[in-house]
């Protein structure tokens, strides 16, 4: 049986230190064994008592204690271990590691460690961003810590949003797995292979504050970059302004416009399969205002010139250099719905067209269900109702079929 998996979490002090009981619960239902040092400040935010009853372990927080250095000195405590988990990581915390300061037990046993650090940042988005928390990341990348978000979002502070809140606790299990067992991948039937998915709708700017934008969630797209995930696929989701965390062990693109999208998704270029998701606008404001638009008493409401937008799917179809192998389209139709796909899929160069009925009597967009067709060269497959999550991962292991056979017929 394999020994127990040692997590030594060191807590920083910010509002986030609150996530870590739940992390160190999921932890140990995953079968690690977690030991907490806590910062002065992260107990501000949790108290020792309750790490130490979640952990079931002992919570060290001195540096010079003597009963804690007669039981485990600090520098056995940094290598007695497999790996080091820093969250929240501080912007103080982060300042103090990539100067090597060492003058509390948290610093110490990080200083001391010849184990991988991972760290997990947390902090105010003008914290995150501030040139010098900017430095000292690059610093400690550069010194080999690795790290796992911030994630983008609402911050605790009211009115406060953007790069700064704790990575999400699946996500934060995920990248520990990752860096303690690199798992069998080669195994799973996408090892290896990189897939690209484009998901969510995108936002047209009008003016600094107004946009145009559709009803797409992006949750077919995020369930895809999952089940692709969990196939053992390098993932790559290029996502329009949606409402859903990152999902774990994906790499993320958060870009508002098609523009944007267009440009994220030729640079994630090459990929194996290319899976356009998103509900990009067809057009985009032609010359978005750079001041608000203002009413004013007596005058016509401003007219909207509209310009196409680049169809990404189309582009990447009739790619010559670069082109994925399978390049997947979507659908969305509120008539003739199979029809539409089979010219899409000539129009637009894809493999496959997944249409769907998205009529809003449907409530396929936005909703948590999807009724799809699959419109291939070779036919129409008919697939009946089903949860999005459950589509997502149909449609993941074809791909990954269809990539097995394709790699057959080479060989
Ligand atoms: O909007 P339409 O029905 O043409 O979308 C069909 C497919 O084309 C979808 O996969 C969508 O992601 C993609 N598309 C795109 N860029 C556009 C419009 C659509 O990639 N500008």
Same mark, same amino acid.
């Given at each position: 049986? $394999? ?12 509002? %986030? ?5 739940? *992390? +160190?619960?999921?932890?140990?239902? !995953? ?9 002065? %400040? ?11 009853? +979640? ?7 001195? *540096? ?10 600090? +520098? ?30 948290? &610093? ?104 145009? @934008? ?5 949750? $077919?797209? =995020? ?13 790559? *989701?290029?996502?329009? #302004? ?8 994906? &790499? ?5 416009? @098609? ?6 998704? &030729?640079? @994630? ?8 998701? %998103? ?21 016509? #409401?401003?007219?909207?010139?509209? %310009? ?16 994925? !192998?399978?390049?997947?389209? =979507? ?23 997944? @249409? ?41 292991? !074809? ?5 097995? /056979? /394709? ?5």
């Amino acid at each position: 049986m $394999q020994s127990k998996r040692r997590i030594l979490l060191i807590i920083g002090g910010g509002i %986030a230190a609150y996530k870590c009981l739940d *992390l +160190i619960r999921r932890l140990r239902e !995953r079968g690690f064994s977690v030991r907490a040092i806590m910062t002065k %400040a992260a107990e501000q935010f949790v108290t020792p008592l309750a790490v130490g009853a +979640i952990s079931n372990e002992r919570v060290f927080t001195e *540096l010079f204690n003597l009963d804690d250095e007669r039981e485990i000195g600090h +520098i056995r405590l940094a290598r007695d271990c497999d790996l080091i988990v820093v969250a929240p990581a501080t912007a103080d915390l982060l300042a103090k590691m990539a100067h090597g300061q060492a003058n509390d037990l948290a &610093t110490s046993v990080l200083l001391a460690t010849d184990k991988r650090v991972l760290a997990a940042p947390a902090m105010n988005p003008r914290m995150w961003l501030n040139p010098a928390t900017q430095r000292n990341v690059a610093q400690l990348k550069a010194d080999g810590i690795s790290f796992i978000g911030p994630a983008v979002g609402e911050m605790a502070e009211r009115g406060e949003a953007g790069p700064g809140r704790l990575a999400e606790v699946p996500v934060l299990i995920d990248a520990i797995e990752r860096r303690l067992a690199p798992r069998d991948t080669a195994a799973m039937p996408l090892a290896g292979r990189h897939v690209l998915i484009t998901s969510g709708p995108t936002h047209e700017p009008i003016d600094p504050v107004r946009y145009l @934008a559709n009803r797409s969630s992006g949750k $077919q797209g =995020f369930a895809l970059a999952a089940a692709a995930r969990s196939l053992g696929a390098n993932v790559t *989701l290029i996502a329009g #302004p949606v409402a859903l965390p990152d999902p774990a062990g994906v &790499t993320v693109v958060r870009i508002e416009t @098609a523009a944007e999208m267009l440009d994220a998704v &030729t640079q @994630a270029l090459p990929a194996d399969v290319a899976i356009f998701a %998103a509900a990009v606008a067809d057009w985009r404001i032609a010359k978005p205002k750079s001041e608000k638009l203002k009413k004013s008493a007596g005058s016509e #409401p401003p007219a909207l010139k509209l %310009a196409e937008n680049p169809d990404i799917l189309k582009t990447i179809g009739h790619r010559s250099k670069d082109r994925p !192998r399978l390049v997947v389209g =979507f659908a969305a139709e509120t008539e003739n719905v199979v029809a539409n796909a089979q010219k899409k899929l000539k129009s637009k160069a894809a493999d496959w067209i997944v @249409a769907n009925d998205v009529s809003p009597e449907t409530g396929i967009m936005g909703g948590d269900r999807n009724t799809v067709h699959i419109v291939t060269r070779d036919g129409v497959e008919h697939w009946s109702d089903m949860h999005k999550t459950d589509v997502a991962e149909k449609l993941m292991v !074809r791909v990954a079929i269809h990539l097995g /056979q /394709q790699s057959a017929d080479i060989a």
